[in-house]
Every structure is written in structure tokens, then in C-alpha cells.
């Protein structure tokens, strides 16, 4: 059984370790490896309207369906194997969502080619520097920010899908372009040293 832990930058609900590990570990530290964006923008958009513990459990099941992520496999996906996974009970089946992967794949091989990198891209809206903010409470996390809006105007204007605002907010603090861990927080030190 999973016990629970309380995480302060996660407000006062208790929490899975699973939980605790990936925000020991994971949440708002830099990423920069094209592959993992990747797959962070995916279970993000999955997460829209569910809470980030379902994606959790749900994270090998997505590697599984997916491809490990691997962002050329993804985008050759068959509308056959893509339909399949409307009834695969492992990942969240909102045929929206699944559909949307495919085509964000695609979206993501073209900003690659434009830029070198989807890295470059992305990173290129906070001029490469994480972005640490000084929250003491969890209430004074907000949702979404100017950046956050800019970054989902320009993936629109390219045709990404469940990129909103607010998805894009809780991208950016998942790869730790935005450093939101409390200020008390251990891993806000960690994450300001690197």
C-alpha cells in the first residue's frame, strides 16, 4: 500500500509516495532532452480535467502505448493503432486526447526541423533561464502566467492541441522552466543551484 505524504508545494492533501518521489525528483527541475519534453507535454494534456496522481499510475501504460515517447514512432502511428488505444483501460480514454498525440508529434518534428530543437524553441520564451519565483503558501502558486499564455498562442498558431494556458503553465513547472516549489521547499535550493 502506498502511504501517504503530505508535500506543502502540493497543498495539505495527502499524497502518494509515487507522488512525493516525482516531486522529489522531477517536478520543476530543467529539462532539456527533446524526448522528455515530449513526453511531459503529453501527460499534460492527458491531465486536463484529472488530477496529476491519476497520470502518475498511469505513466508506464502511456510509454507502453506510445512508443516510450519516441517522437518519430509516435508520428507514424497508424489510425489503427491509434483507435486501439480508445479502449486500452491503462491510459485516460478521451478519444481527443489520444488523437491529439499523433498530431502533436507531427507539430513537434516540424518545430524541431525549424529550430534544431524543440528545446531551443521553448526554452528560447524565458531567454534559457528558469524562472524561480518565491511562493510561501500554496495558494500563491498561480495557474497560468503572461509566459504561459504566450507559449500556448504560439504552439497554437502552429496547430497544437491541449496546449491551453493553464496546460502549458503546469508544463512549463513540470519541466522546470518555472521553478515553483515553496521557497521553503528543499528542492527550491536544489533546483536554483543548477
Request: proline residues 3%; glycine residues 4%.
Amino acid at each position: 500500500m502506498d502511504n501517504k505524504k503530505i508535500i506543502p508545494c502540493f497543498g495539505k492533501k495527502p499524497i502518494s509516495n509515487t507522488y512525493a518521489y516525482y516531486h522529489d525528483n522531477e517536478w520543476g527541475f530543467p529539462v532539456h532532452e527533446d524526448q522528455k519534453l515530449f513526453e511531459a507535454l503529453i501527460l499534460e494534456g492527458a491531465q486536463a480535467g484529472l488530477s496529476w496522481e491519476t497520470i502518475l499510475k498511469k505513466r508506464n501504460s502511456y510509454k507502453q502505448a506510445f512508443h516510450d515517447f519516441d517522437i518519430l514512432k509516435v508520428s507514424q502511428m497508424s489510425n489503427f493503432e491509434i483507435k486501439s488505444l480508445y479502449s486500452n483501460k491503462n491510459i485516460i480514454r478521451n478519444r481527443l486526447k489520444i488523437d491529439s498525440v499523433r498530431h502533436n508529434a507531427l507539430v513537434f518534428l516540424s518545430i524541431q526541423k525549424k529550430f534544431g530543437s524543440f528545446n531551443k524553441y521553448l526554452w528560447s520564451f524565458i531567454d534559457n533561464k528558469t524562472i524561480h519565483n518565491e511562493w510561501k503558501t500554496y495558494k500563491d502558486i498561480p495557474s497560468l502566467s503572461s509566459i504561459s499564455v504566450k507559449v500556448s498562442k504560439a504552439l497554437k498558431k502552429r496547430h497544437m492541441k491541449f496546449i491551453g494556458p493553464k496546460i502549458i503553465y503546469a508544463y512549463m513547472q513540470a519541466i522546470g522552466m518555472v521553478n515553483d516549489h515553496l521557497k521553503s521547499c528543499p528542492c527550491y535550493k536544489k533546483i536554483l543551484k543548477k
